[in-house]
């Protein structure tokens, strides 16, 4: 799932486009409109006027349109037939870019989903420690970069005393899994990705 944007052909943005700011989708997006009401530029995920529009954000939620659409397309996704059986859903998330997206969202979509289905698995891709989101009002898990970079640096290194050393990337680890059983077990262990 991608909560934070979408791309420029998504139903919402493509209205805005087409209709500005007399859009019904015109306050899901950052977006500005010159005098006339005509869309002239909008926030993108990684540049203004980029091809990935974000949602608008209120404070640490996004705002009230594309969360509604969020969580009906959760729910579509994990009961697709509405009959309350989770059996022919999906069994859990992959969240892109969850850091980009405030607390008050994930403890309201975290409720849903495990409402839905309590033994769900939701997986954020947060690229630090995430410890402080690991938790029963975020994420279960994280793709584990964390665990990454001292193993890629353990194994490239042509130094031994400081990054290649077996103990320093021990005591890294160590670092890494300090959390209980029921998060550091699930974690989501990588050393490449689509992103890397």
Not at 27 to 37: A, K, L, N, P, S
Not at 50 to 65: K, M, Q, T, V, Y
Not at 140 to 159: C, E, H, I, K, R
Request: with cysteine; hydrophobic share 40%; glycine share 10%.
């Amino acid at each position: 799932g991608v909560w934070n944007h979408v791309g420029l052909d998504h139903f919402a943005f493509a209205d805005v486009r087409r209709n500005g700011r007399a859009s019904a989708f015109a306050d899901w997006f950052e977006c500005v409109f010159d005098e006339r009401g005509d869309l002239i530029g909008w926030q993108g995920w990684s540049r203004v006027n980029g091809s990935l529009p974000e949602f608008r954000h209120i404070g640490a939620d996004i705002a009230p349109g594309p969360k509604a659409h969020v969580m009906a397309v959760t729910r579509r996704w994990m009961d697709p037939n509405g009959d309350g059986d989770p059996s022919d859903g999906i069994d859990g998330w992959r969240l892109d870019v969850a850091a980009e997206i405030g607390a008050d969202f994930w403890k309201d979509w975290r409720e849903q989903v495990k409402s839905l289905n309590p033994d769900a698995l939701i997986v954020a891709e947060i690229w630090g420690d995430a410890s402080d989101m690991l938790n029963d009002e975020a994420f279960d898990s994280q793709m584990n970069y964390p665990f990454a970079y001292p193993v890629a640096d353990w194994l490239s290194t042509g130094n031994r005393d400081t990054l290649g050393n077996a103990r320093v990337v021990a005591h890294r680890l160590g670092q890494v899994y300090d959390n209980g059983p029921e998060i550091d077990l699930v974690q989501l262990n990588l050393m490449t990705s689509h992103d890397t």
